[in-house]
C-alpha cells in the first residue's frame, strides 16, 4: 500500500505540473495571438493620392508624385492608361509621356496590411497643345490666321459644293482666310466643256462667296495641259483657228471676272521634268508654237489689264535645272508676268531652307511677286501603308516646317509680297491621300476641323 499510496503521489504531481505547463503554454500562446490582433486592429488602410505637373521642356510629358502618406509599409503600382502593365512606384517623380492624342485615366493603386485604395486623374492629350486637363485646352489666339498679318493674302482652295452646303466649311474659310482659290472648277475643262458652251455656275459659286465675304479670288488656272477638254485636244481646225480659240476662251473668261478676281495663274506647270527641262509638249505648243506661253499671257493682259499674272509650277524648289528653267521662261515673258506662282507640296523633311529661299531670291531679284501656292506639307513621304495616325513627332516636324515656309516668306519685301495659298482645308480632304495611296496628314486641320500644331506652326511664322 505504501508503494501504491507512493506511486499515487507522484502520479498526482506529474499531473499537476503538466496541467500547470500547459496552462502556461496557452497563456502565453493566447498572448501573442492577443498582441497580433491588436497590432492589426491599429493599421489603418493607406489612402492612396497623387499630383501631376506637365514638363516644361516637353508638353506631352506629365511628372507624376506619389503624394501617399502612411505610419506603416505600403507598396504603390502606377497605370498611365496607355494599356501597357502596371508599372512599380519609385522614390521621385515619374515621368510619363503620351505619344498619341486622346483620353487618359492615370491611377495610383496602394496597398498595405489593412487593404488596398486607388486614386485616379484623367488627361486629354490634344495635338496642338500637348497635355491639357480633362475639360479641354485654352485657344491660343481668337482670330483668325487673316488677322495676324496685314503684309500679304492668307489663302485656301475649296469647291463649289462645299460653298454651296455652309456648315463649319463656310465658317472657317471666312474666319481664318481672306483669299479663295478654286482647287479645279476655274479650269478650261470645267469652265469651257464644249465648244460652243461655258459653265460658270461652279466658278460663280466661289467668286460671289468669296466678294460678299470681303476676299480675294486667285484664278487658278487657265491654261493647264492636265485640265484640258477633249474637244481641245482633238481640235479640227487649223492652227490659226485654234488660237484664236484660246484667246477668245481667256477674254470671255477673265471678262466675265474683272474687277472681282484680282489675279491668274495664266499658264500652269508647262516646264517638263525630264532632262533639260524643256517645255511641255503640250496640245497648246503644238498648236501655238513654243512661243505660246507668251500668247496666252497677251490674251489675259488684254482682257484684264489690272489683273496680277502669274506663272505656276511645281518643284521649284526642289529641283534647281527646271528652277532655272523656269526663270528663263519668265525672263522671256517680261513686262507680261507680273509673279511667279511657287507650287509648295513638300514635305516635313524636303526641301531645305536653302533651295526655298533660292525660289524667292530668284522673284525679288527680278522684281516680281512671289506666291507659295499650293502649300502642303506632307507627313508620311515614307509612303508608309501600315500608318493610322499623325504622331506627335511627325505633329512637331510639321510645325516647324510649315513655322519655316511662312517665316521665309514673311521676311520677302512688302513689294514682292502677295500670298500663301493652302491646298485644303481639312486632312481628309487632300489630293495627295488619293494621288499617293497612302495615310496623309499634310494640313492645318484635321477632319474635324480641328487646329493642328501644324496651324500653330503658321502662326509662329508670322511673328
Not at 322 to 348: C, Q
Not at 376 to 401: C, G, H, M, W
Request: proline share 2%; with cysteine.
Amino acid at each position: 500500500m505504501v508503494k501504491t499510496d507512493s506511486v499515487v503521489k507522484k502520479a498526482k504531481r506529474y499531473l499537476v505540473l503538466f496541467l500547470v505547463t500547459f496552462w502556461l503554454s496557452c497563456s502565453s500562446d493566447s498572448e501573442e495571438i492577443k498582441n497580433d490582433v491588436d497590432d492589426n486592429a491599429t493599421v489603418t488602410k493607406v489612402e492612396a493620392s497623387f499630383e501631376h505637373t506637365i514638363s516644361e521642356e516637353d508638353p506631352y510629358s506629365i511628372l507624376l508624385n506619389n503624394t501617399t502618406e502612411s505610419d506603416s509599409d505600403f507598396s504603390a503600382v502606377w497605370d498611365f492608361g496607355t494599356g501597357g502593365d502596371k508599372v512599380l512606384d519609385m522614390e521621385g517623380l515619374e515621368e510619363v509621356r503620351y505619344e498619341k492624342t486622346g483620353e487618359y485615366t492615370i491611377t495610383l493603386e496602394v496597398t498595405n496590411t489593412a487593404g488596398t485604395s486607388t486614386a485616379t486623374k484623367k488627361i486629354m492629350v490634344d495635338q496642338r497643345y500637348g497635355v491639357c486637363n480633362i475639360n479641354g485646352c485654352e485657344e491660343l489666339s481668337q482670330n483668325g490666321l487673316k488677322e495676324e498679318t496685314d503684309t500679304f493674302a492668307v489663302g485656301v482652295i475649296t469647291q463649289s459644293y462645299r460653298i454651296n452646303e455652309g456648315g463649319n466649311h463656310t465658317q472657317v474659310l471666312k474666319k481664318e482666310f481672306n483669299s479663295l482659290t478654286s482647287e479645279y472648277e476655274m479650269k478650261m475643262n470645267i469652265m469651257h466643256p464644249s465648244p460652243n458652251s461655258y459653265d460658270f455656275s461652279a466658278a460663280d459659286a466661289i467668286v460671289d462667296f468669296a466678294v460678299a465675304n470681303d476676299m480675294f479670288v486667285h484664278g487658278h488656272a487657265l491654261i493647264w495641259h492636265d485640265a484640258t477638254p477633249d474637244w481641245v485636244e482633238n481640235f479640227s481646225g487649223t492652227d490659226a483657228e485654234f488660237e484664236k480659240m484660246v484667246e477668245e476662251y481667256i477674254t470671255t473668261t477673265m471678262t466675265r471676272y474683272k474687277g472681282k478676281v484680282r489675279s491668274w495663274d495664266v499658264v500652269n506647270e508647262a516646264v517638263d521634268e525630264s532632262a533639260g527641262n524643256p517645255l511641255r509638249n503640250s496640245i497648246f505648243r503644238q498648236r501655238m508654237g513654243d512661243d505660246y506661253i507668251k500668247k496666252c499671257f497677251q490674251f489675259a493682259r488684254n482682257a484684264d489689264p489690272d489683273a496680277i499674272l502669274f506663272y505656276n509650277d511645281f518643284n521649284i524648289a526642289a529641283n534647281s535645272g527646271k528652277r532655272a528653267a523656269i526663270f528663263n521662261l519668265i525672263d522671256d515673258l517680261s513686262e507680261l508676268v507680273d509673279g511667279v506662282g511657287a507650287e509648295m507640296h513638300i514635305s516635313i523633311d524636303y526641301p531645305s531652307t536653302e533651295d526655298i529661299q533660292a525660289v524667292v531670291d530668284a522673284t525679288v531679284s527680278r522684281g516680281l511677286k512671289i506666291h507659295f501656292s499650293e502649300l502642303d506639307i506632307r507627313t508620311n513621304p515614307e509612303n508608309d501603308k501600315n500608318v493610322s495616325s499623325l504622331s506627335i513627332e511627325k505633329a512637331a516636324q510639321q510645325k516647324a516646317k510649315f513655322m519655316e515656309v511662312v517665316r521665309i516668306y514673311n521676311t520677302v519685301p512688302l513689294e514682292n509680297k502677295f500670298g500663301i495659298t493652302v491646298w485644303g482645308l481639312r486632312d481628309n480632304e487632300s489630293w495627295l491621300i488619293d494621288f499617293f495611296g497612302v495615310p496623309e496628314w499634310p494640313l492645318l486641320f484635321d477632319e474635324n476641323y480641328n487646329k493642328k500644331q501644324a496651324y500653330d506652326g503658321f502662326l509662329e511664322g508670322l511673328q
